[in-house]
Protein backbone atom coordinates (compact mmCIF):
# COMPACT_ATOMS: atom_id res chain seq x y z
CA UNK A 1 0.00 0.00 0.00
CA UNK A 2 1.17 3.86 -0.75
CA UNK A 3 -0.22 6.85 1.36
CA UNK A 4 -0.82 9.77 0.21
CA UNK A 5 -1.06 13.08 2.78
CA UNK A 6 -3.09 16.22 1.83
CA UNK A 7 -1.94 19.31 2.70
CA UNK A 8 -3.13 22.84 2.29
CA UNK A 9 -6.08 24.99 2.27
CA UNK A 10 -9.24 22.76 1.79
CA UNK A 11 -10.40 22.97 -2.16
CA UNK A 12 -13.27 21.81 -3.10
CA UNK A 13 -13.96 18.72 -5.03
CA UNK A 14 -13.43 15.30 -4.76
CA UNK A 15 -11.56 15.17 -8.15
CA UNK A 16 -7.44 14.74 -6.65
CA UNK A 17 -8.81 12.66 -3.59
CA UNK A 18 -10.19 9.90 -6.38
CA UNK A 19 -7.50 9.81 -8.57
CA UNK A 20 -4.93 9.47 -5.64
CA UNK A 21 -7.22 6.49 -4.97
CA UNK A 22 -7.50 5.42 -7.82
CA UNK A 23 -3.86 4.78 -8.47
CA UNK A 24 -3.58 2.80 -5.17
CA UNK A 25 -3.39 5.61 -2.69
CA UNK A 26 -4.73 5.39 0.89
CA UNK A 27 -5.61 9.22 0.80
CA UNK A 28 -5.38 11.47 4.29
CA UNK A 29 -5.13 14.92 5.25
CA UNK A 30 -2.75 17.04 7.61
CA UNK A 31 -4.46 19.54 9.85
CA UNK A 32 -1.00 21.37 9.46
CA UNK A 33 2.61 21.05 9.25
CA UNK A 34 3.50 19.26 12.57
CA UNK A 35 0.89 17.33 12.16
CA UNK A 36 2.06 16.47 8.24
CA UNK A 37 5.67 15.34 9.48
CA UNK A 38 4.05 13.18 11.82
CA UNK A 39 1.16 11.33 9.40
CA UNK A 40 4.51 10.87 7.33
CA UNK A 41 6.83 9.70 10.10
CA UNK A 42 3.44 6.88 10.98
CA UNK A 43 3.49 5.65 8.05
CA UNK A 44 4.67 2.38 7.93
CA UNK A 45 8.26 2.00 6.69
CA UNK A 46 8.17 -0.23 3.93
CA UNK A 47 5.49 1.85 1.77
CA UNK A 48 5.96 4.41 -0.22
CA UNK A 49 4.44 8.29 1.31
CA UNK A 50 3.88 10.96 -1.31
CA UNK A 51 2.59 14.83 0.25
CA UNK A 52 0.37 16.54 -2.39
CA UNK A 53 -1.32 19.92 -2.63
CA UNK A 54 -4.77 20.02 -2.17
CA UNK A 55 -4.79 22.85 -4.63
CA UNK A 56 -2.96 20.36 -7.10
CA UNK A 57 -4.80 20.44 -10.81
CA UNK A 58 -3.14 17.75 -12.65
CA UNK A 59 -3.56 14.76 -15.13
CA UNK A 60 -4.00 11.43 -13.72
CA UNK A 61 -1.56 9.87 -15.80
CA UNK A 62 0.33 13.01 -14.20
CA UNK A 63 0.23 12.06 -10.83
CA UNK A 64 1.01 8.46 -11.71
CA UNK A 65 4.26 9.27 -14.00
CA UNK A 66 5.68 11.10 -10.59
CA UNK A 67 3.32 9.03 -7.88
CA UNK A 68 4.36 5.63 -8.55
CA UNK A 69 7.22 4.65 -10.47
CA UNK A 70 9.07 2.28 -9.22
CA UNK A 71 12.48 3.05 -10.33
CA UNK A 72 13.24 6.51 -8.58
CA UNK A 73 13.41 6.69 -5.06
CA UNK A 74 12.23 10.71 -4.57
CA UNK A 75 10.35 12.11 -7.25
CA UNK A 76 7.86 15.10 -7.90
CA UNK A 77 5.86 17.66 -10.18
CA UNK A 78 4.63 20.77 -9.21
CA UNK A 79 2.43 20.43 -5.87
CA UNK A 80 3.53 16.80 -5.14
CA UNK A 81 6.46 15.05 -3.92
CA UNK A 82 6.61 10.99 -3.24
CA UNK A 83 9.41 8.90 -1.33
CA UNK A 84 9.89 5.39 -1.41
CA UNK A 85 11.33 3.46 1.86
CA UNK A 86 14.86 4.17 0.15
CA UNK A 87 14.39 8.19 0.66
CA UNK A 88 11.72 8.72 3.33
CA UNK A 89 14.16 9.82 6.08
CA UNK A 90 15.82 12.48 3.75
CA UNK A 91 11.74 13.43 3.18
CA UNK A 92 11.06 13.55 6.75
CA UNK A 93 14.65 15.92 7.15
CA UNK A 94 13.34 17.67 4.20
CA UNK A 95 9.87 18.67 5.62
CA UNK A 96 11.29 19.77 8.81
CA UNK A 97 13.75 22.47 6.76
CA UNK A 98 13.50 26.03 6.12
CA UNK A 99 12.07 26.81 2.67
CA UNK A 100 14.91 26.95 -0.06
CA UNK A 101 15.28 27.95 -3.61
CA UNK A 102 15.11 25.71 -6.36
CA UNK A 103 18.55 23.97 -6.86
CA UNK A 104 20.03 23.16 -9.82
CA UNK A 105 18.66 19.95 -11.59
CA UNK A 106 21.17 17.05 -11.97
CA UNK A 107 22.63 15.74 -14.88
CA UNK A 108 20.11 15.08 -17.42
CA UNK A 109 17.01 15.85 -15.55
CA UNK A 110 14.33 18.48 -16.81
CA UNK A 111 14.51 22.20 -14.90
CA UNK A 112 13.28 22.40 -11.45
CA UNK A 113 9.90 24.53 -11.87
CA UNK A 114 9.71 27.13 -9.28
CA UNK A 115 7.80 26.91 -6.12
CA UNK A 116 4.31 27.92 -5.63
CA UNK A 117 4.08 29.99 -2.55
CA UNK A 118 2.90 28.22 0.18
CA UNK A 119 2.96 24.89 -1.07
CA UNK A 120 4.68 22.61 0.61
CA UNK A 121 5.25 19.95 -1.52
CA UNK A 122 7.25 22.29 -4.08
CA UNK A 123 9.66 23.46 -0.64
CA UNK A 124 9.73 19.66 0.45
CA UNK A 125 10.99 18.98 -3.18
CA UNK A 126 13.89 21.73 -3.51
CA UNK A 127 14.96 20.37 -0.25
CA UNK A 128 15.43 17.31 -1.35
CA UNK A 129 17.41 18.64 -4.60
CA UNK A 130 19.54 21.29 -2.17
CA UNK A 131 20.65 18.06 -0.08
CA UNK A 132 21.79 16.11 -3.01
CA UNK A 133 19.08 13.34 -3.29
CA UNK A 134 18.25 12.85 -6.41
CA UNK A 135 14.61 13.71 -7.15
CA UNK A 136 13.01 12.47 -10.11
CA UNK A 137 10.88 14.87 -12.17
CA UNK A 138 9.16 13.15 -14.92
CA UNK A 139 8.69 14.72 -18.45
CA UNK A 140 4.80 15.86 -18.80
CA UNK A 141 4.97 16.71 -21.80
CA UNK A 142 1.10 17.80 -22.85
CA UNK A 143 -0.28 16.94 -19.66
CA UNK A 144 -1.25 19.52 -16.31
CA UNK A 145 0.35 19.30 -13.45
CA UNK A 146 0.31 22.82 -11.81
CA UNK A 147 -1.15 24.90 -8.25
CA UNK A 148 -2.90 27.52 -8.92
CA UNK A 149 -2.43 30.63 -6.48
CA UNK A 150 -6.00 31.92 -7.58
CA UNK A 151 -9.35 31.31 -9.29
CA UNK A 152 -8.38 32.49 -12.45
CA UNK A 153 -5.30 30.30 -12.31
CA UNK A 154 -7.57 27.24 -11.69
CA UNK A 155 -10.11 27.49 -14.27
CA UNK A 156 -7.17 27.99 -16.56
CA UNK A 157 -5.88 24.58 -15.00
CA UNK A 158 -8.96 23.27 -15.47
CA UNK A 159 -9.36 24.05 -18.96
CA UNK A 160 -5.65 22.76 -19.50
CA UNK A 161 -7.05 19.79 -18.29
CA UNK A 162 -9.95 19.03 -20.13
CA UNK A 163 -8.40 19.59 -23.52
CA UNK A 164 -6.32 16.71 -23.40
CA UNK A 165 -7.13 13.27 -22.70
CA UNK A 166 -4.40 11.91 -21.00
CA UNK A 167 -5.48 8.01 -21.64
CA UNK A 168 -4.21 8.53 -25.02
CA UNK A 169 -0.69 10.21 -24.52
CA UNK A 170 -0.94 7.11 -21.63
CA UNK A 171 -0.87 4.85 -24.84
CA UNK A 172 1.26 7.05 -26.77
CA UNK A 173 3.70 6.73 -24.58
CA UNK A 174 3.61 3.67 -23.73
CA UNK A 175 5.63 3.05 -27.11
CA UNK A 176 9.39 3.76 -27.37
CA UNK A 177 10.29 7.22 -28.55
CA UNK A 178 12.97 5.68 -31.02
CA UNK A 179 12.43 2.21 -31.98
CA UNK A 180 12.67 0.69 -35.83
CA UNK A 181 10.74 0.80 -39.18
CA UNK A 182 8.80 -2.80 -38.47
CA UNK A 183 8.13 -2.11 -35.20
CA UNK A 184 7.11 1.53 -35.27
CA UNK A 185 4.82 1.02 -38.41
CA UNK A 186 3.39 -2.71 -38.36
CA UNK A 187 3.40 -3.84 -34.74
CA UNK A 188 3.07 -0.53 -32.15
CA UNK A 189 0.15 0.94 -33.91
CA UNK A 190 -2.13 -1.86 -32.06
CA UNK A 191 0.16 -3.59 -29.86
CA UNK A 192 -0.28 -0.10 -27.58
CA UNK A 193 -4.17 -1.51 -26.99
CA UNK A 194 -3.24 -5.08 -26.48
CA UNK A 195 -1.19 -3.60 -23.57
CA UNK A 196 -4.13 -1.67 -22.27
CA UNK A 197 -6.02 -4.64 -22.62
CA UNK A 198 -3.92 -6.81 -20.60
CA UNK A 199 -3.43 -4.28 -17.80
CA UNK A 200 -7.34 -3.54 -17.23
CA UNK A 201 -7.16 -7.71 -16.71
CA UNK A 202 -4.27 -7.44 -14.23
CA UNK A 203 -1.89 -8.93 -16.41
CA UNK A 204 1.40 -8.08 -15.82
CA UNK A 205 4.79 -7.79 -18.01
CA UNK A 206 6.66 -10.72 -16.34
CA UNK A 207 3.69 -12.85 -17.49
CA UNK A 208 3.50 -11.21 -21.07
CA UNK A 209 7.29 -11.70 -21.49
CA UNK A 210 6.86 -15.61 -20.36
CA UNK A 211 3.35 -15.77 -23.10
CA UNK A 212 6.14 -14.66 -25.38
CA UNK A 213 9.00 -16.80 -24.71
CA UNK A 214 6.16 -19.86 -24.67
CA UNK A 215 5.17 -18.76 -28.23
CA UNK A 216 8.72 -18.85 -29.43
CA UNK A 217 9.26 -22.18 -27.82
CA UNK A 218 5.87 -23.51 -30.00
CA UNK A 219 7.53 -22.09 -33.36
CA UNK A 220 10.93 -23.73 -32.98
CA UNK A 221 8.99 -26.68 -32.07
CA UNK A 222 6.84 -26.08 -34.66
CA UNK A 223 9.60 -25.32 -37.16
CA UNK A 224 10.92 -28.60 -35.89
CA UNK A 225 8.57 -31.05 -37.75
CA UNK A 226 10.37 -30.36 -41.16
CA UNK A 227 6.90 -29.92 -42.60
CA UNK A 228 5.85 -27.09 -44.86
CA UNK A 229 3.02 -26.58 -42.70
CA UNK A 230 5.12 -26.65 -39.87
CA UNK A 231 6.82 -23.95 -41.21
CA UNK A 232 4.37 -21.57 -42.35
CA UNK A 233 2.91 -21.84 -38.44
CA UNK A 234 6.69 -21.11 -36.99
CA UNK A 235 6.53 -18.15 -39.22
CA UNK A 236 3.46 -16.85 -37.75
CA UNK A 237 3.77 -17.97 -34.23
CA UNK A 238 7.16 -16.52 -34.80
CA UNK A 239 5.43 -13.21 -35.44
CA UNK A 240 2.90 -12.98 -32.46
CA UNK A 241 5.80 -13.70 -30.15
CA UNK A 242 7.36 -10.50 -31.14
CA UNK A 243 4.23 -8.79 -31.22
CA UNK A 244 4.23 -9.98 -27.58
CA UNK A 245 7.63 -9.15 -27.00
CA UNK A 246 6.66 -5.48 -28.07
CA UNK A 247 3.65 -5.35 -25.66
CA UNK A 248 5.38 -6.32 -22.43
CA UNK A 249 7.76 -3.51 -22.66
CA UNK A 250 4.37 -1.09 -23.44
CA UNK A 251 2.65 -2.95 -20.48
CA UNK A 252 5.26 -1.74 -18.36
CA UNK A 253 5.19 1.91 -19.11
CA UNK A 254 1.53 1.69 -19.82
CA UNK A 255 0.85 0.79 -16.00
CA UNK A 256 4.34 1.57 -14.67
CA UNK A 257 5.24 -2.06 -13.35
CA UNK A 258 8.81 -2.00 -14.08
CA UNK A 259 10.74 -4.67 -12.10
CA UNK A 260 13.81 -5.95 -11.12
CA UNK A 261 12.70 -9.91 -12.35
CA UNK A 262 11.36 -8.70 -15.30
CA UNK A 263 14.53 -6.51 -16.56
CA UNK A 264 16.24 -9.81 -16.31
CA UNK A 265 13.46 -11.86 -18.35
CA UNK A 266 13.13 -8.99 -21.23
CA UNK A 267 16.82 -8.68 -21.52
CA UNK A 268 17.81 -12.46 -21.41
CA UNK A 269 14.37 -14.03 -23.15
CA UNK A 270 14.85 -12.36 -26.71
CA UNK A 271 17.80 -13.97 -27.42
CA UNK A 272 17.03 -17.29 -25.93
CA UNK A 273 14.01 -17.25 -28.37
CA UNK A 274 15.53 -16.57 -31.24
CA UNK A 275 18.31 -19.20 -30.84
CA UNK A 276 15.95 -21.58 -29.92
CA UNK A 277 14.32 -20.68 -33.13
CA UNK A 278 17.51 -21.37 -35.20
CA UNK A 279 17.89 -24.65 -33.05
CA UNK A 280 14.26 -25.46 -34.38
CA UNK A 281 14.94 -24.52 -38.14
CA UNK A 282 17.78 -26.83 -38.54
CA UNK A 283 16.42 -29.86 -36.45
CA UNK A 284 13.79 -29.08 -39.34
CA UNK A 285 16.00 -29.20 -42.12
CA UNK A 286 17.55 -32.16 -40.48
CA UNK A 287 14.76 -33.91 -40.63
CA UNK A 288 14.21 -33.03 -44.36
CA UNK A 289 17.95 -34.69 -45.00
CA UNK A 290 19.60 -31.30 -44.85
CA UNK A 291 22.70 -30.76 -42.50
CA UNK A 292 22.45 -26.81 -41.57
CA UNK A 293 23.40 -26.87 -38.02
CA UNK A 294 26.73 -25.05 -39.38
CA UNK A 295 24.84 -22.09 -40.63
CA UNK A 296 22.42 -22.33 -37.47
CA UNK A 297 25.59 -21.55 -35.48
CA UNK A 298 27.60 -19.24 -37.73
CA UNK A 299 24.15 -17.09 -37.51
CA UNK A 300 24.35 -17.27 -33.76
CA UNK A 301 27.83 -16.49 -33.49
CA UNK A 302 27.21 -13.87 -35.65
CA UNK A 303 24.11 -12.05 -33.54
CA UNK A 304 26.37 -12.39 -30.56
CA UNK A 305 29.58 -10.61 -32.00
CA UNK A 306 27.24 -8.35 -32.79
CA UNK A 307 25.46 -7.49 -30.13
CA UNK A 308 29.13 -7.71 -28.24
CA UNK A 309 30.20 -4.92 -30.80
CA UNK A 310 27.72 -2.54 -29.91
CA UNK A 311 27.82 -3.41 -26.20
CA UNK A 312 31.56 -2.70 -25.78
CA UNK A 313 31.69 0.38 -28.37
CA UNK A 314 28.57 2.04 -26.09
CA UNK A 315 30.81 1.20 -22.99
CA UNK A 316 33.78 2.60 -23.81
CA UNK A 317 32.10 5.76 -24.95
CA UNK A 318 29.68 5.93 -21.99
CA UNK A 319 31.23 8.76 -20.09
CA UNK A 320 32.63 10.64 -23.02
CA UNK A 321 31.83 14.09 -24.17
CA UNK A 322 30.09 14.28 -27.64
CA UNK A 323 31.41 13.14 -30.14
CA UNK A 324 32.25 16.26 -33.08
CA UNK A 325 34.11 13.95 -35.94
CA UNK A 326 33.05 13.89 -39.15
CA UNK A 327 31.19 10.75 -39.00
CA UNK A 328 29.42 11.49 -36.11
CA UNK A 329 28.69 15.11 -37.81
CA UNK A 330 27.04 13.00 -40.42
CA UNK A 331 25.05 10.88 -38.47
CA UNK A 332 23.63 13.88 -37.15
CA UNK A 333 22.56 15.77 -40.47
CA UNK A 334 21.29 12.11 -41.63
CA UNK A 335 19.01 11.98 -38.68
CA UNK A 336 17.86 15.16 -39.43
CA UNK A 337 16.21 14.26 -42.66
CA UNK A 338 13.09 11.87 -42.09
CA UNK A 339 13.16 9.26 -44.64
CA UNK A 340 17.14 8.63 -44.14
CA UNK A 341 16.41 7.65 -40.18
CA UNK A 342 14.02 4.63 -40.94
CA UNK A 343 16.52 3.73 -44.03
CA UNK A 344 19.56 3.42 -41.67
CA UNK A 345 17.59 1.97 -38.63
CA UNK A 346 16.63 -0.87 -41.46
CA UNK A 347 20.25 -1.66 -42.20
CA UNK A 348 21.32 -2.51 -39.39
CA UNK A 349 18.78 -5.11 -39.18
CA UNK A 350 17.07 -5.07 -35.60
CA UNK A 351 14.90 -7.60 -33.67
CA UNK A 352 11.93 -6.27 -35.82
CA UNK A 353 13.35 -6.66 -39.45
CA UNK A 354 15.29 -9.60 -38.30
CA UNK A 355 12.20 -11.59 -36.98
CA UNK A 356 9.67 -10.53 -39.70
CA UNK A 357 12.70 -11.64 -42.77
CA UNK A 358 13.18 -15.04 -40.64
CA UNK A 359 9.33 -15.43 -40.01
CA UNK A 360 8.63 -14.96 -44.11
CA UNK A 361 11.37 -16.71 -44.70
CA UNK A 362 10.74 -19.58 -42.56
CA UNK A 363 7.06 -19.92 -43.74
CA UNK A 364 8.03 -19.27 -47.61
CA UNK A 365 11.39 -20.90 -48.26
CA UNK A 366 13.86 -23.94 -46.64
CA UNK A 367 15.86 -23.45 -43.68
CA UNK A 368 18.47 -23.08 -45.90
CA UNK A 369 17.84 -20.11 -47.57
CA UNK A 370 16.64 -18.78 -44.51
CA UNK A 371 20.06 -18.67 -42.96
CA UNK A 372 22.04 -17.92 -46.01
CA UNK A 373 19.73 -14.82 -46.05
CA UNK A 374 19.98 -14.14 -42.50
CA UNK A 375 24.21 -14.57 -42.64
CA UNK A 376 24.68 -11.80 -45.74
CA UNK A 377 22.15 -9.62 -43.88
CA UNK A 378 23.88 -9.41 -40.72
CA UNK A 379 27.47 -9.25 -42.02
CA UNK A 380 26.33 -6.54 -44.07
CA UNK A 381 24.54 -5.07 -41.03
CA UNK A 382 27.64 -5.66 -38.73
CA UNK A 383 30.60 -3.85 -41.67
CA UNK A 384 27.96 -0.65 -41.59
CA UNK A 385 27.80 -0.50 -37.91
CA UNK A 386 31.61 -1.37 -37.40
CA UNK A 387 32.65 0.82 -39.82
CA UNK A 388 30.80 4.31 -38.64
CA UNK A 389 32.25 3.43 -34.90
CA UNK A 390 35.93 3.08 -36.19
CA UNK A 391 35.49 6.04 -38.26
CA UNK A 392 34.05 7.63 -34.89
CA UNK A 393 36.19 6.38 -32.61
CA UNK A 394 39.62 7.20 -34.74
CA UNK A 395 38.84 10.79 -35.06
CA UNK A 396 37.72 10.73 -30.99
CA UNK A 397 39.69 13.09 -28.69
CA UNK A 398 41.00 12.70 -24.82
CA UNK A 399 41.19 8.76 -23.14
CA UNK A 400 38.41 7.20 -21.89
CA UNK A 401 37.70 6.61 -17.97
CA UNK A 402 39.09 4.10 -15.59
CA UNK A 403 34.97 2.81 -15.68
CA UNK A 404 35.30 2.18 -19.50
CA UNK A 405 38.26 0.88 -19.04
CA UNK A 406 37.28 -1.64 -16.30
CA UNK A 407 33.67 -2.67 -18.09
CA UNK A 408 35.87 -3.46 -20.96
CA UNK A 409 37.50 -5.99 -19.32
CA UNK A 410 34.87 -7.19 -17.87
CA UNK A 411 33.69 -7.86 -20.73
CA UNK A 412 36.91 -9.76 -22.50
CA UNK A 413 36.49 -12.44 -19.54
CA UNK A 414 39.86 -13.02 -19.12
CA UNK A 415 40.35 -16.33 -16.81
CA UNK A 416 43.23 -17.46 -15.05
CA UNK A 417 45.47 -18.42 -17.73
CA UNK A 418 44.75 -14.83 -19.39
CA UNK A 419 45.12 -13.06 -16.10
CA UNK A 420 48.45 -15.26 -15.26
CA UNK A 421 50.09 -14.03 -18.58
CA UNK A 422 49.06 -10.68 -18.38
CA UNK A 423 50.98 -10.67 -14.86
CA UNK A 424 53.93 -11.80 -16.57
CA UNK A 425 53.67 -9.39 -20.07
CA UNK A 426 52.47 -6.61 -18.20
CA UNK A 427 56.13 -4.32 -19.22
CA UNK A 428 55.76 -5.81 -22.79
CA UNK A 429 52.04 -4.29 -23.00
CA UNK A 430 52.86 -1.11 -21.61
CA UNK A 431 55.44 -0.85 -24.77
CA UNK A 432 52.72 -1.31 -27.27
CA UNK A 433 51.10 1.48 -28.92
CA UNK A 434 48.33 3.34 -27.22
CA UNK A 435 45.94 3.05 -30.89
CA UNK A 436 46.63 -0.37 -32.34
CA UNK A 437 48.38 -2.16 -29.59
CA UNK A 438 45.87 -4.16 -27.28
CA UNK A 439 43.62 -4.60 -30.79
CA UNK A 440 46.50 -5.58 -32.61
CA UNK A 441 47.22 -8.54 -30.15
CA UNK A 442 43.62 -9.71 -29.46
CA UNK A 443 43.19 -9.79 -33.44
CA UNK A 444 46.53 -11.75 -33.76
CA UNK A 445 45.36 -14.29 -31.51
CA UNK A 446 42.07 -14.69 -33.36
CA UNK A 447 43.75 -15.22 -36.32
CA UNK A 448 46.42 -17.80 -34.70
CA UNK A 449 43.81 -19.45 -33.35
CA UNK A 450 41.38 -20.04 -35.96
CA UNK A 451 43.63 -20.29 -38.73
CA UNK A 452 45.26 -23.74 -36.57
CA UNK A 453 41.86 -24.98 -36.18
CA UNK A 454 40.25 -24.66 -39.66
CA UNK A 455 44.34 -25.14 -41.65
CA UNK A 456 45.98 -27.93 -39.67
CA UNK A 457 44.92 -31.76 -39.95
CA UNK A 458 41.56 -32.19 -38.19
CA UNK A 459 42.33 -34.59 -34.74
CA UNK A 460 46.16 -33.13 -34.52
CA UNK A 461 47.56 -31.48 -31.25
CA UNK A 462 48.27 -27.98 -33.42
CA UNK A 463 45.28 -26.58 -32.52
CA UNK A 464 46.05 -27.61 -28.57
CA UNK A 465 49.34 -25.73 -29.00
CA UNK A 466 47.93 -22.50 -31.12
CA UNK A 467 45.52 -22.53 -28.02
CA UNK A 468 48.60 -22.14 -25.53
CA UNK A 469 49.83 -19.25 -27.46
CA UNK A 470 46.35 -18.01 -27.61
CA UNK A 471 46.00 -17.63 -23.90
CA UNK A 472 49.04 -15.76 -23.87
CA UNK A 473 48.19 -13.32 -26.55
CA UNK A 474 44.69 -12.87 -24.86
CA UNK A 475 47.13 -11.60 -21.69
CA UNK A 476 49.08 -9.13 -23.54
CA UNK A 477 45.94 -7.34 -24.65
CA UNK A 478 44.56 -6.98 -21.63
CA UNK A 479 47.69 -6.55 -19.15
CA UNK A 480 47.24 -2.43 -19.59
CA UNK A 481 44.14 -0.74 -18.90
CA UNK A 482 42.04 -0.76 -22.15
CA UNK A 483 41.10 2.72 -22.68
CA UNK A 484 42.93 3.43 -25.75
CA UNK A 485 40.64 4.56 -28.68
CA UNK A 486 40.11 1.03 -30.37
CA UNK A 487 40.25 -0.87 -27.18
CA UNK A 488 36.91 -1.52 -27.53
CA UNK A 489 37.09 -4.11 -30.38
CA UNK A 490 38.96 -6.99 -27.70
CA UNK A 491 35.76 -8.41 -26.27
CA UNK A 492 34.40 -8.75 -30.26
CA UNK A 493 37.22 -9.96 -31.29
CA UNK A 494 37.66 -12.80 -28.21
CA UNK A 495 34.07 -13.40 -28.66
CA UNK A 496 34.27 -14.59 -32.36
CA UNK A 497 37.93 -16.33 -31.48
CA UNK A 498 36.10 -18.70 -28.71
CA UNK A 499 33.23 -19.45 -30.89
CA UNK A 500 34.55 -19.69 -33.86
CA UNK A 501 37.45 -22.03 -32.59
CA UNK A 502 34.25 -24.46 -31.22
CA UNK A 503 32.08 -24.01 -34.67
CA UNK A 504 35.15 -24.71 -37.07
CA UNK A 505 36.37 -27.80 -34.80
CA UNK A 506 33.02 -29.20 -34.29
CA UNK A 507 32.59 -29.06 -38.13
CA UNK A 508 35.71 -31.06 -38.69
CA UNK A 509 35.22 -33.49 -36.66
CA UNK A 510 33.05 -35.46 -38.72
CA UNK A 511 30.35 -36.95 -36.67
CA UNK A 512 26.59 -36.20 -36.73
CA UNK A 513 26.26 -34.87 -33.16
CA UNK A 514 29.45 -32.35 -32.60
CA UNK A 515 27.71 -29.54 -34.32
CA UNK A 516 24.49 -30.05 -32.43
CA UNK A 517 26.91 -30.11 -29.28
CA UNK A 518 28.97 -27.28 -30.32
CA UNK A 519 25.85 -24.70 -30.68
CA UNK A 520 24.53 -25.86 -26.99
CA UNK A 521 28.10 -25.15 -25.81
CA UNK A 522 27.93 -21.58 -27.75
CA UNK A 523 24.61 -21.06 -26.54
CA UNK A 524 25.66 -21.17 -22.78
CA UNK A 525 28.76 -19.60 -23.05
CA UNK A 526 26.92 -16.89 -25.01
CA UNK A 527 24.28 -16.48 -21.92
CA UNK A 528 27.46 -15.94 -19.36
CA UNK A 529 28.40 -12.91 -21.88
CA UNK A 530 24.93 -11.34 -21.93
CA UNK A 531 24.13 -11.51 -18.50
CA UNK A 532 28.14 -10.04 -17.81
CA UNK A 533 26.39 -7.18 -20.21
CA UNK A 534 23.48 -6.51 -18.52
CA UNK A 535 25.26 -6.76 -14.98
CA UNK A 536 27.21 -3.60 -16.30
CA UNK A 537 24.68 -1.38 -17.77
CA UNK A 538 22.93 -2.08 -14.54
CA UNK A 539 26.29 -0.58 -12.52
CA UNK A 540 26.73 -3.61 -10.61
CA UNK A 541 29.81 -4.54 -12.46
CA UNK A 542 30.88 -8.45 -13.61
CA UNK A 543 29.70 -11.70 -12.25
CA UNK A 544 31.85 -12.69 -9.62
CA UNK A 545 35.13 -13.36 -9.74
CA UNK A 546 34.90 -17.04 -8.55
CA UNK A 547 32.28 -17.52 -11.72
CA UNK A 548 34.41 -16.17 -14.48
CA UNK A 549 37.38 -18.91 -12.85
CA UNK A 550 35.07 -21.26 -12.56
CA UNK A 551 33.96 -21.64 -16.37
CA UNK A 552 37.57 -20.97 -17.24
CA UNK A 553 37.34 -17.85 -18.85
CA UNK A 554 37.15 -17.66 -22.51
CA UNK A 555 40.96 -18.68 -22.96
CA UNK A 556 40.51 -21.16 -20.89
CA UNK A 557 37.79 -22.88 -22.63
CA UNK A 558 39.24 -22.15 -25.95
CA UNK A 559 42.36 -24.52 -24.21
CA UNK A 560 39.65 -27.28 -23.06
CA UNK A 561 37.62 -27.43 -26.51
CA UNK A 562 41.05 -27.83 -28.73
CA UNK A 563 42.41 -29.96 -26.15
CA UNK A 564 39.00 -32.32 -26.07
CA UNK A 565 39.95 -32.40 -30.20
CA UNK A 566 43.36 -33.55 -29.94
CA UNK A 567 42.89 -35.86 -27.09
CA UNK A 568 39.54 -37.84 -27.97
CA UNK A 569 37.86 -39.81 -30.72
CA UNK A 570 35.25 -37.50 -33.07
CA UNK A 571 32.23 -39.59 -30.61
CA UNK A 572 34.17 -38.54 -27.60
CA UNK A 573 34.86 -34.85 -28.85
CA UNK A 574 30.97 -34.84 -28.85
CA UNK A 575 30.70 -35.79 -25.67
CA UNK A 576 33.11 -33.31 -24.19
CA UNK A 577 30.92 -30.58 -26.05
CA UNK A 578 28.17 -31.75 -24.76
CA UNK A 579 29.31 -32.06 -21.12
CA UNK A 580 30.91 -28.48 -21.19
CA UNK A 581 28.01 -26.88 -22.25
CA UNK A 582 26.30 -28.55 -19.53
CA UNK A 583 28.36 -27.61 -17.02
CA UNK A 584 28.81 -23.83 -17.71
CA UNK A 585 24.52 -23.52 -18.38
CA UNK A 586 24.52 -25.04 -14.61
CA UNK A 587 26.88 -22.49 -12.85
CA UNK A 588 25.73 -19.19 -14.97
CA UNK A 589 22.20 -20.19 -14.71
CA UNK A 590 22.03 -20.65 -10.75
CA UNK A 591 24.27 -17.29 -10.41
CA UNK A 592 22.73 -15.84 -12.73
CA UNK A 593 18.84 -16.35 -11.12
CA UNK A 594 20.20 -16.08 -7.52
CA UNK A 595 21.59 -12.69 -9.13
CA UNK A 596 18.82 -11.19 -11.13
CA UNK A 597 16.03 -12.39 -7.76
CA UNK A 598 18.31 -10.89 -5.41
CA UNK A 599 17.18 -7.25 -3.93
CA UNK A 600 20.11 -5.50 -4.29
CA UNK A 601 19.60 -6.02 -8.36
CA UNK A 602 19.27 -3.27 -10.57
CA UNK A 603 16.35 -2.66 -12.82
CA UNK A 604 17.65 -2.59 -16.34
CA UNK A 605 15.01 -1.64 -18.83
CA UNK A 606 16.06 -0.48 -22.14
CA UNK A 607 14.30 2.82 -23.65
CA UNK A 608 16.85 3.86 -26.08
CA UNK A 609 15.64 1.91 -29.02
CA UNK A 610 19.12 0.72 -29.56
CA UNK A 611 18.74 -2.13 -32.37
CA UNK A 612 18.64 -5.47 -30.65
Not at 65 to 91: C, H, N
Not at 186 to 214: D, E, H, I, K
Not at 303 to 327: C, I, K, L, M, Y
Not at 486 to 509: H, N, Q, S
Request: one cysteine or more.
Amino acid sequence: MSTAILTGPPVAGEQLPGDLRALGFTVVTAADDGDLAARVGAVPAGERVAVVDTRLVAHRHALRLALTDPRFPAAAVPGAVTAQPAARAALLRALAAPPAGPAAPPAGEVTVPRATAGSVPDAAAAALAAAGEQVHRPELGVLTATVPEGPREREQALAALAETDDEQVRLRTAVKARDGFFTTFFVSPYSRYLARWCARRGLTPNQVTTASLVTALIAAGCAATGTRPGFAAAGLLLLFSFVLDCTDGQLARYSLQYSTLGAWLDATFDRAKEYAFYAGLALGAARGGDDVWALALAAMILQTVRHVVDFAFNEADHDAPGNTSPAAALSGRLDSVGWTVWVRRMIVLPIGERWALIAVLTALTTPRTVFTVLLIGCALAACYTTAGRLLRSLARRGPRTVRAGRALADLADSGPLAEAAARVLGAPARTLPALLGAPAAALFATALILLTAALTPSGGPWPAVAAVGYAALSGLAVARPLTGPLDWLVPPLFRTAEYGTILVLAARAETDGALPAAFGLVAAAAYHHYDTVYRIRGGTGAPPAWLVRAVGGQEGRVLAVTAAAALLPATGFTIALTALAAVIALAVLIESIRFWVSSGAPAVHDETGEPA
